[in-house]
């Protein structure tokens, strides 16, 4: 699936926002990326996790792990098209960890995919929680990449769509001083 087409998909089905949005890592912006929009339709979660296994076919892999809670359906899709297991972090006192009996072997080889990374904090968080394991990353793939490609990881992050998105430190947000007001979307902190 071209980068081209995922956008338009965004539009037509209203997973792309524009407007003044209070993000996950307490940064504002003025667009915002609802990947649930798209996911909820089976197919298409399906074609999009396929496409993004697919930069990984020659990849060693033994397990794909996405963090909760955008992640999840995604990182579910790339596993089965990988024809691997699927497993989530979630947060526990705002700490990513792997609950509900999940375990990532010493040694296992581990995707990491995610639906929007803005500036990489989760999937740098998840990084940490495989290799606390002794699980090696050995990829990292998101639907959307906002940072443009901007962001420092341990390696390249392989996404379905990628650009660059302004966002600001809330003292700094001119919708803010435009008096404009402030929505947060989104699992966390909801």
């Known amino acids: 699936m071209s980068e081209q087409n995922v956008l338009k998909l965004m539009e037509e089905l209203g997973a792309l926002h524009r407007g003044h949005f ?89 995707l990491i995919a995610e639906d929007v990374v803005t500036r990489g904090t989760s999937l740098l968080e998840v990084v940490d929680v495989v290799e606390a394991t002794g699980g090696k990353v050995t990829g990292l793939t998101s639907i959307i990449d906002r940072t443009g490609g901007e962001v420092e990881l341990p390696m390249p992050l392989q996404s379905l769509a990628r650009v660059k998105v302004e966002t600001w430190e809330p003292s700094d947000c001119l919708l803010c001083k435009a008096g404009q007001d402030v929505v947060k979307p989104g699992s966390r902190g909801n």
Not at 63 to 82: K, N, Q
Request: charged share 25%; with cysteine.
């Open 22 to 110: 209070l993000l996950s890592s307490g940064r504002h912006s003025d667009t915002y990326f609802q990947c649930a929009r798209i996911l909820q339709f089976p197919e298409l979660a399906r074609e999009l996790g396929a496409a993004m296994a697919a930069f990984f076919a020659d990849t060693p892999c033994d397990v794909v792990v996405s963090p909760a809670m955008g992640g999840i359906l995604i990182g579910h899709e790339v596993a089965r098209a990988a024809g691997r297991r699927f497993v989530f972090c979630e947060r526990v006192d705002g700490v990513l960890t792997i609950r509900r009996g999940f375990e990532i072997e010493e040694g296992e080889k581990v």
